[in-house]
């Protein structure tokens, strides 16, 4: 019996910690999210989101091949997509996390959504890992990289789509497989 009691302890103190830690995300969600009232930022990061759907890394992968051993950075970006779509996929599938506008009333979606699921930043984790693989091969770049990187992944808390666990793990996905495929590949 005692055994039991001990179990449930742990699950009771346990669950008290995903409420707190989801109260203080709501909160944070809830704090980035007043930025949308200023038009102009609304205006931004939903331009933002929208070139971090895809367009700005299509039209690099698209361009990489004009340019000097292009071909072969083109092709990198191509396969470490489609690596990072699989585990984003298998992700959004298993922990079915909803959005912070579908939990929180005070919270609006402001960009559309590619899917229902919240957790992990698809966005994200594309624009850390091809961040990542661009500035290794082009360093000249990569202020203008993480920049954008930076932006997109504050959109998604800011819009209303993620919480910040999301495009925190989202980034850390990016750093691993990009990481991965600059140490492999």
Not at 45 to 65: E, H, Q, T
Not at 98 to 126: K, Q, Y
Not at 148 to 154: E, Q, R
Request: charged content about 15%.
């Amino acid at each position: 019996m005692l055994l039991e009691e001990r179990r449930q302890e742990r699950l009771r103190l346990r669950q008290q910690r995903v409420q707190l830690w989801t109260c203080r995300e709501r909160a944070a969600v809830l704090w980035l999210h007043r930025a949308v009232g200023i038009p102009s930022v609304l205006a931004l990061f939903a331009l933002v989101s929208r070139v971090g759907d895809g367009i700005a890394w299509y039209a690099v992968m698209a361009s990489l091949p004009l340019t000097s051993g292009g071909w072969k950075v083109s092709l990198y970006m191509v396969a470490l997509g489609a690596v990072n779509l699989v585990f984003y996929k298998a992700l959004k599938l298993h922990t079915a996390r909803p959005r912070p506008f579908v939990d929180c009333t005070d919270i609006r979606a402001c960009a559309r959504c590619l899917d229902e699921h919240s957790f992990p930043s698809g966005h994200t984790m594309h624009a850390v890992a091809f961040s990542m693989l661009l500035s290794h091969f082009y360093p000249a770049v990569e202020p203008l990289l993480w920049g954008f990187t930076t932006l997109v992944a504050l959109s998604r808390v800011v819009l209303g789509l993620h919480y910040p666990s999301d495009v925190l793990a989202g980034a850390v996905i990016g750093v691993v497989t990009a990481g991965f495929f600059l140490v492999v590949v």
